[in-house]
């Protein structure tokens, strides 16, 4: 079977919620919208505090081609332009708050009926964009970025990733088994976008009942292949070089090999984008982890608070940390006053006993993580490196190769937080470029 070098292979835990029907949430009276919800350029509100709003209209707009505009997630009124704490930062960001009026009424011309693939290829990243779709497994790049690379930048491989490797969760799972028509029609847009006449969907072999499915929905251009089961197959790269054997150089991207690639929810929402002019309001979310009494995937609207969340999902069991995310590269939360944003792939609840709250120690030098490390670094190194905040000498050392997966910290003895290290260097080289 196929996969890459590298990788490590942590307790799947999927059994929690993989075999979960998705289940709507109900609406609520409140939702923030936070207007930050990709990466690039920060979206600028377009709407006041009294202003009545419905279901999809646009409550920001993008500043520059790297970004994307966020729409209502139901009709209600504009309470304020308020700010709530950002997930991913941690710091308290811009939000729209909506006092939602409980009638749910879509915006004007919403949802419209039309055939993507009789509009153009620009009619349709135009589409995308005004939807505000962005990478939904939790990297949030604008897709219309995604899908218009440079002149010079041959594209020849479409990838669309259901490996879904995180352990807990399983929403694309769930998604690719009760909507498959959605991912496989979006798959098309795409590659009428790209000009390719075929695709690859890459599902990791722990999903067994979604791989014959997917074989069975998809045309005669759409590939499905099975992956060995490790811990990143799904990270982007490691996808590429295990379907095609191409390598990333160090500082590229997947275009630089001839390749794209689309989270399989990131697809389904470009055929809502596409196919009804859509926006991306909503997605599928995995609530799962011992620290909650029933975990479920959910269809939740973007905006919905956690704490509302974990209410719905009967409350906390001996919680000691929340995670947005999977647990290898979620972000751990401070507060359930927080709310699910168009990335939030999963929340995950664990109790004391499934973390690893043990002080570090100095590293032994033992060689694991470098075995372990899908991107051939040497993560010790960067480690050290860290403990001394020194960038430049980390930068020589191709830190900014580093995906962040976690798999050298899972695999330390010493329980250094490796991850930890390189974020803080990153963030020191970012801040020397900016001061510059």
Known sequence: ?????????????????????????????????????????????????????????????????????????????????????HPVTGLL??????????????????????????????????????????????????THVKLSPPKDKTIDTFIVNGAECEPYLSSDHRLMLEQPERVLKGAGVVMKI???DRATIAIEANKPDAIKLMREKAPAEIQVEALKVKYPQGAEKQLINAL???????????????????????????????ARGIPLIERITSVTGRGIVQPKNIRVRVGTLLREVIEFSGGLNGAAKIIFGGPMMGIAQFTQDIAIMKGTSGVLVLREEDTNITD????????????????????????????????????????????????????????????????????????????K
Request: proline share 8%; net charge neutral; charged share 20%.
């Open 360 to 435: 570090y120690s100095a590293c032994i030098s033992c060689g694991r993580c470098v075995e372990a490390c899908p991107m051939g670094l040497i993560p010790s190194t960067l480690s050290k490196l860290g403990e001394k905040g020194m960038w430049q000498k980390a930068k020589e050392n191709n830190l900014l190769d580093c995906v962040e997966c976690g798999s050298c910290t899972y695999v330390s003895p010493a329980n250094r937080p490796i991850v930890h290290f390189v974020k803080h260097l990153k963030a020191l080289s970012r801040a020397a470029s900016a001061k």
């Open 244 to 274: 095609t054997g191409r390598e990333v150089p160090s500082g590229g991207l997947p275009m630089d090999v001839g390749a794209v690639v689309q989270n399989a929810g990131t697809c389904a929402a470009v055929w809502d984008a596409c």
């Open 93 to 142: 960001a811009p939000c729209v708050v909506i006092d939602a009026d409980g009638r749910d009424e879509w915006a004007e011309g919403l949802p419209m009926e039309r055939d993507p693939f009789a509009m153009s290829r620009d009619e349709l990243l135009d589409a995308i964009k005004t939807a505000g779709v962005v990478g939904m497994g939790g990297a949030t790049f604008p």
């Open 194 to 196: 790209l000009g390719l």
């Open 1 to 85: 079977m196929k996969t890459f070098k590298g990788g490590i292979h942590p307790p799947e835990e999927k059994q929690l919620v993989k075999d979960n029907p998705i289940v709507d949430f109900p609406l609520s009276s409140r939702y923030h919208v936070l207007v930050q919800q990709h990466l690039g350029a920060p979206a600028k509100p377009v709407v006041k505090a009294g202003d009545e709003v419905r279901k999809g209209q646009v409550l920001s707009e993008p500043l520059g081609f790297v970004s994307v505009p966020v729409h209502a997630p139901t009709s209600g009124r504009v309470k304020e332009i308020g700010r709530i704490v």
